[in-house]
């Protein structure tokens, strides 16, 4: 009979530490699946910070780029009109002169 009680309470312990074991694991699975998704979030969210940042960069770069080339050719207009104006004003120092 004692030996029965023994074995009985040892089962009995032996399922207390299983049950308990496997649902201290799931416990633990589970928050490590909720820890893992919450740093997903927030590496997604910088992800896509940085990808609108960088779509703004670009379409900042394309209209810098069509103002510099506006730009260079009202320098190239320029100075094609000071050469111009250049040789005016020597042609109208030779006649002011002879």
């Given at each position: 009979m004692t030996?029965?009680?023994t074995l009985l309470i040892?089962?009995?312990?032996v399922s207390a530490?299983?049950?308990?074991?496997?649902?201290s694991a799931k416990k633990a699975d589970v928050s490590?699946?909720?820890?893992r998704a919450k740093k997903n979030a927030e590496i997604n969210f910088k992800l896509e910070r940085l990808l609108?940042?960088?779509s703004s960069m670009q379409e900042e770069m394309k209209s810098m780029s069509t103002r510099i080339?506006?730009?260079?050719?009202?320098?190239?207009?320029l100075s094609l009109r000071y050469e111009e104006l250049e040789?005016?004003?020597s042609t109208l120092e030779k006649?002011?002169?002879?």
């Open positions: 030996i029965e009680i040892s089962i009995i312990s530490a299983v049950f308990f074991g496997l649902k490590d699946i909720e820890e609108s940042i960088t080339t506006s730009d260079e050719k009202a320098t190239e207009m040789r005016r004003v006649g002011g002169k002879a």
